[in-house]
């Protein structure tokens, strides 16, 4: 659950009718370590929104656009969507007026070696009392995330009956650093260290 909390590119094969938009397949990722966790970001310029965004931004189709994967120990995640108007996004700037902030807190307890409980809530900058708005993210964001429980189980059940090793690509660099600091606080925890 968590390489796919940290993966933004699953988005380009995974969400094609939602989150998917010009550069989730093909822009670099940058990774940053944090005392507690790990994010994987990338800015997508002057690209069209992705369909589940399309017709919420006020500037219209085309934008810069942040995606922003935040975990944090032990099974906590923030993603954040950030839409500004093209040629306004950007590393280091800030955001302008018209942003769109959509963040999503997940929050994820295992139940056994197979199962976890999944908690997740949403909420934007913008429209709070646009009822219609809330139904329409909330229900493009459930069809989402049952898109990744499909993949997710198919994944699940190859990592327990695996014929192969592992393989790891460029995009699951910040998974793999994510799984180091679970196994280092693990160990911490077996040796008394925690």
Same mark, same amino acid.
């Given at each position: 659950?968590?390489?796919?909390?940290?993966d #933004? +590119?699953?988005?380009?094969?995974v969400? %094609?009718?939602?989150? &998917? $938009?010009?550069g989730?397949d093909?822009r !670099?990722?940058?990774?940053?370590?944090?005392?507690?966790?790990?994010?994987?970001?990338?800015?997508?310029?002057?690209?069209?929104?992705?369909?589940?965004?399309?017709?919420m931004l006020?500037f219209?189709?085309?934008?810069?656009?942040?995606?922003?994967y935040?975990c944090?120990? #032990? +099974?906590?995640?923030?993603?954040?969507? %950030?839409?500004?108007? &093209? $040629?306004t996004?950007?590393?280091?700037? !800030?955001?302008?007026?018209?942003?769109?902030?959509?963040?999503?807190?997940?929050?994820?307890?295992?139940i056994?070696?197979?199962?976890?409980?999944y908690?997740?809530?949403?909420?934007?900058?913008?429209?709070p009392?646009?009822?219609?708005?809330?139904?329409?993210m909330?229900?493009?964001?459930?069809?989402a995330?049952?898109?990744?429980?499909d993949?997710?189980?198919a994944?699940?059940?190859?990592?327990?009956h695996?014929?192969?090793?592992?393989?790891n690509?460029?995009?699951?660099?910040?998974?793999?650093r994510?799984?180091a600091?679970?196994?280092?606080?693990?160990?911490?925890?077996?040796?008394?260290?925690?």
């Open positions: 659950m968590i390489d796919n909390l940290l #933004p +590119s699953h988005v380009a094969w969400h %094609v009718t939602s989150f &998917a $938009g010009a989730t093909t !670099p990722l940058d990774i940053e370590e944090l005392e507690g966790g790990v994010i994987v970001s990338r800015w997508i310029f002057a690209e069209p929104a992705p369909p589940y965004y399309r017709d006020a219209g189709d085309n934008c810069d656009r942040k995606q922003h935040e944090r120990l #032990p +099974s906590t995640a923030i993603n954040m969507s %950030v839409y500004a108007r &093209a $040629g996004g950007g590393p280091e700037k !800030p955001y302008p007026d018209d942003v769109f902030l959509n963040i999503s807190y997940n929050f994820i307890t295992p056994d070696a197979d199962r976890s409980l908690f997740w809530f949403q909420h934007r900058n913008t429209d009392d646009n009822a219609a708005l809330s139904k329409r909330f229900e493009g964001a459930t069809m995330f049952n898109e990744d429980k993949v997710l189980e994944v699940h059940e190859g990592m327990k695996r014929r192969t090793p592992y393989m690509l460029g995009l699951d660099a910040g998974a793999m994510f799984r600091k679970v196994e280092k606080r693990i160990a911490a925890e077996r040796s008394g260290e925690a």
